[in-house]
């Protein structure tokens, strides 16, 4: 899900750091008011957790990568603020120091992960309460499901979007496949794998974090 720098249109990268560092900002100053020190240390380890998980990838489209995130672990654990802003942690510090996403496009990849990932599976997982469906652990799949292949379709239409939009002569300016091939190149193997295994590692590890670190949200 780390797009490369060189792959989207500088208005397109200047669009998503807007909206990152609105909704970052935003998030920021909602997780300082509640945010204790045992709380903080829980977090940073949390982040360490998804740090590792993100670098083992492998390539699809263009450049892009496939992983799981961690994140909707993270967001059930802390809720939505901290999770922005221990993902964002994460994609900055991969970004600087291991060129894992770009720096350019550090905007969206943060819009696509830490943003997108947190407020889905909240939302989803509120749904699924208004539903009545009582099961959390069924609730944790279904959401973390979703989120994260939200996640990955957004990256494929950001993609899949520059050859339509940025064109000079006839040529793609910069990302050369379009939505026909960036969106089942990416969303096969998250509807099929990544998804699921994300899922699945949610419902396993939520309970015991919680209850070793006994977590308060």
């Known amino acids: 899900m780390h797009i490369p720098d060189g792959y989207l249109s500088p208005q397109t990268c200047a669009t998503f750091y807007a909206a ?12 300082k008011k509640s945010v204790d020190e045992k709380t903080f240390v829980h977090l940073s380890v949390a982040s360490a957790f998804t740090f590792i998980v993100m670098m083992f990838n492998f390539p699809v489209v ?21 999770s922005i802003i221990a ?27 830490a943003i997108a990932i947190p407020l889905v599976t909240i939302f ?16 944790m799949f279904i959401s973390t499901y979703i ?6 379709l957004l990256t494929a239409v950001e993609l899949g979007l520059q050859p339509i939009l940025f064109t000079k002569a006839g040529k793609p300016l910069y990302f050369m496949y379009d939505l026909k091939t960036t969106i089942p ?4 193997p998250y509807l099929l794998i990544v998804g699921v295994v994300e899922a699945v590692l949610t419902v396993l590890l939520y309970s015991p974090l919680k209850n070793f670190a006994k977590i308060k949200k």
């Open 62 to 82: 263009g450049g892009s990568s496939a992983h799981i995130t961690g994140i909707p672990l993270i967001t059930y654990l802390f809720g939505p603020f901290a």
């Open 185 to 188: 190149a990416m969303m096969v």
């Open 87 to 113: 993902s964002t942690v994460v994609l900055i510090i991969q970004a600087l120091l291991f060129r894992d996403g770009g720096i350019l496009a550090l905007g969206t990849n943060v819009f696509n992960m």
């Open 124 to 139: 989803v997982d509120s749904l699924l309460k208004i539903a009545n469906l009582k099961n959390e652990k069924v609730r």
């Open 20 to 31: 990152s560092t609105a909704a970052v900002g935003f998030a920021f100053a909602k997780f």
């Open 147 to 152: 989120s994260t292949n939200v996640a990955a």
